[in-house]
């Protein structure tokens, strides 16, 4: 059996910046600046160790943010990205967030989306407290 080139969960720059929703550029000036280890594989790739990654990963989804903002919260599943659409009705809205490579789609009031000001290109949040999360392996 052929030795593989690089160990199981382990990440290319690209792989890694992809799963973060940033750029490889990005990825790869944290891993210059010393943020996140990095070694080389047989063919002279940088790669990122996946238990490494998921800390790392860790470290920047904290919630201090939030609570340094003045609303702290139970939730941990917090996406910042872009309004991407808006579709009005009588009594409730649909708002789509493009967070990364993530369209989240939500429904709420129609008084809360004009009261939170919310139309294509405004900066939002999708804050996410689920009991039933479905998880599927890549």
Request: aromatic content about 4%; proline content about 7%.
């Amino acid at each position: 059996m052929a030795k593989p080139d690089r160990p199981a969960h382990a990440y290319r720059i690209g792989e890694a910046a992809a799963m973060l929703g940033v750029s490889a550029d990005t990825m790869r000036r944290w891993v210059d600046a010393g943020r996140l280890g990095a070694a080389r594989d047989d063919h002279g790739h940088r790669i990122i160790p996946g238990a490494q990654l998921a800390s790392f990963a860790r470290e920047l989804a904290k919630p201090e943010n939030a609570a340094a903002e003045g609303r702290p919260s139970s939730a941990r599943n917090r996406f910042p990205g872009i309004v991407t659409d808006v579709q009005l009705g009588d009594v409730a809205a649909q708002v789509e967030i493009q967070a990364g490579p993530f369209r989240v789609v939500s429904l709420i009031s129609r008084e809360s989306a004009e009261e939170l000001g919310l139309v294509p290109g405004a900066p939002a949040t999708a804050v996410i407290k689920s009991t039933n999360v479905v998880v599927e392996a890549r």
